[in-house]
């Protein structure tokens, strides 16, 4: 698997480190040079854009010798810069020997912050704190980092911006803003997924010439406090080939027949929205139980799908007979009649997508299967596990895992860098956009979702592509017309492109 899809927490990390120190003279220097080079040249490609003189901030471990690697390498150039330093490297490691190697060179470090500025830098490198930091910085680097923060040049964060948990992306403090960052060896969970995405900027890998390949899935008995499941990384990209295909000779019955459960008296919308996703995703038949209310609004909006009166249990009983999967929970409630329709559908033998009101009902009940999925955001999954909203951002890596463990199936936890568990593997999907923060979302990944499923795919399969498909479509619609003011509706026509394998004109 390529390494662009491997993620390593800072634990297994340091045994990769250790073991490539093992055959290299017993330290990590060469990583550190190629880290610093790699940092510098994409620096160099910056500075056309934000030309001036380069400040580099060091902090006194391995994440500042990464810096003084970046600022020999501008010394060597005759590029102007500054180096500002919290203190000397600690004595013995790879840090000490780069900056010993800067100061060779006839490079000059500063200890203080300057009292005033003059002239802005053009770029910023953060290289104060690496990966290791479970908790808010302590004095003086959080006045370090704001002083960066209120320079508000382009930054560059080493690994990680300082301030950023690597494992989980939690931010307990001050935190560098970042618009790059340039991941080192392998990525690290928490530059994916939790607060940590709003300080990142765009991210990169520099792999550095180390084949973490033979490490995947293997170091969990090795390491201590090593990640329980492999993690992985996922794009749209990387599931293209895994979307349905379509024969020639197709006909609507070989596509899957879907139903929905759901729409309760004022929620109508949630319904249409799954179902709408449900159809720009392939799905052959699509069926939506609701209220009766509700059913004139949606055949009125949307045609192609039939309707089931949700108050008549035994038309609702012959659609599950008729369905091979069901959507439970767009727009559902929780009254007495919404706890009846869901005792019904889980009594069921098909695969079952739950999202919104079923989930909230599900956490009454803590029952488990296997052969379902979920699809909770934090608030959600807090009521599942019965915890705090803060603990599940706290670390949603964690939180996902729990979850499939308590409840069964395969679970997709919402947010900036959506994780997913099967029991297997836990998946950070890398498709998304603040477009996508308004309501109605969740129902079209569900309707996305239940659409894939019933095309044949696995559930944890049908999960990560539908992920990947509603996150791009989101991406995508947000880039066209603006973050602000995306609606559901905006995303249809990419959902459509999408699941047929055109991402580069983004509408078909």
């Known amino acids: 698997m390529a390494a662009s899809h491997l993620v390593f927490n800072s634990a297994e990390v340091r ?36 030309p001036g003189a380069v400040w580099v901030f060091c902090g006194k471990g391995n994440n500042g010798g990464d810096g003084y690697v970046v600022a020999a390498c501008l010394k060597s150039a005759g590029i102007e810069h500054r180096v500002f330093a919290v203190g000397e490297p ?106 940590a995405v709003d300080y990142t900027g765009k991210t ?29 990384r996922r794009t749209y990209e990387d599931i293209r080939e895994d979307l349905p295909l379509r024969q020639p000779s197709a006909n609507k019955g070989d596509n899957g027949k879907v139903l929905i459960v759901g729409g309760s008296r004022g929620y109508g919308g949630a319904a249409l929205m799954a179902a709408m996703g449900a159809l720009r995703a392939g799905a052959g038949l699509v069926k939506v139980a609701l209220d009766p209310s509700n059913v004139t609004a949606l055949n009125a909006r ?46 069921c033998d098909l695969p079952l997508i739950y999202d919104a009101d079923a989930l909230n009902l599900l956490s009454l009940q803590n029952s488990f299967c296997a052969h379902r999925i979920l699809t909770p955001h934090p608030g959600e999954a807090a009521r599942l596990l019965g915890c705090k909203v803060s603990d599940i951002n706290g670390d949603r890596l964690m939180a996902a895992r729990a979850l499939q463990e308590r409840f069964g199936g395969v679970v997709l936890l919402k947010g900036a860098g959506s994780v997913i568990c099967d029991g297997r593997t836990l998946t950070i999907i890398q498709e998304g956009s603040a477009a996508m923060a308004t309501g109605g979302m969740g129902d079209l990944l569900t309707g996305i979702t239940v659409a894939l499923v019933a095309e044949g795919l696995t559930l944890s399969t049908a999960l990560t592509c539908a992920a990947c498909v509603h996150g791009k479509a989101g991406a995508s619609a947000g880039e066209e017309g603006g973050v602000i003011g995306t609606t559901v509706s905006d995303l249809l026509p990419y959902v459509r492109a999408l699941v047929n394998g055109v991402a580069e004109t983004g509408k078909a």
């Open 15 to 50: 045994f990769i480190e250790r073991d490539h120190a093992a055959t290299h003279d017993g330290d990590c220097f060469d990583l550190m040079l190629k880290a610093g080079q790699g940092l510098y040249r994409r620096l160099m490609k910056k500075r056309e854009k934000h």
């Open 90 to 195: 600690h004595q013995g490691g790879e840090a000490a020997q780069a900056y010993v190697l800067y100061l060779h060179m006839g490079g000059h470090v500063e200890y203080a912050l300057p009292d005033k500025v003059s002239v802005k830098p053009g770029i910023i490198v953060d290289a104060l704190l690496g990966t290791g930091i479970k908790s808010a910085p302590s004095s003086p680097v959080d006045e370090w980092i704001l002083f960066i923060n209120r320079l508000k040049a382009y930054t560059i964060a080493v690994d990680i911006p300082s301030g950023a948990n690597a494992d989980t992306g939690a931010v307990a403090g001050d935190c560098v803003r970042a618009d790059l960052t340039v991941c080192m060896l392998t990525w690290k969970p928490g530059l994916l997924t939790g607060e």
């Open 204 to 232: 990169v890998l520099e792999k550095l010439g180390v084949d973490t390949q033979p490490y995947f899935g293997h170091l969990q008995e090795e390491v201590e406090n090593a990640s329980p499941l492999p993690v992985l």
């Open 302 to 347: 949307l045609p192609e799908a039939m309707t089931v009166d949700s108050d008549n249990e035994e038309a609702l009983v012959q659609a599950l007979d008729w369905a091979d999967v069901v959507a439970l929970g767009p727009g559902l409630g929780t009254t007495a009649r919404s706890r009846a329709l869901f005792n019904l559908v889980e009594s």
